[in-house]
């Protein structure tokens, strides 16, 4: 199951958010988004995790809890939706 982390501090790190979702079972991988251009945090990631049981148990005790000095919110990922061209607005 993949979850969606956002309202993270710039500090966290892919190995960080990693140890903190492991507490609750196996994490398959964990990733914290950079900005292309700075090559800084833009505060949210993913995590996921081998088993959607773990996933939830992680989900329910993380939510609007305080991970380097922010109140993170953990939900269920979305997929992205397919862009129907190339162009960036």
Do not use: C, H
């Amino acid at each position: 199951m993949n979850l969606y982390v956002s309202n993270l501090s710039f500090n966290t790190t892919d190995d960080s958010l990693k140890q903190l979702f492991a507490k609750f079972g196996a994490v398959s991988s964990s990733k914290v988004i950079l900005d292309r251009e700075t090559g800084r945090s833009r505060g949210f990631g993913f995590v996921e995790m081998s088993s959607q049981k773990e996933a939830n148990e992680a989900m329910q005790a993380l939510n609007n809890k305080e991970f380097d000095g922010r109140a993170m919110s953990v939900s269920e990922a979305r997929e992205k939706p397919a862009r129907s061209d190339n162009k960036r607005w």
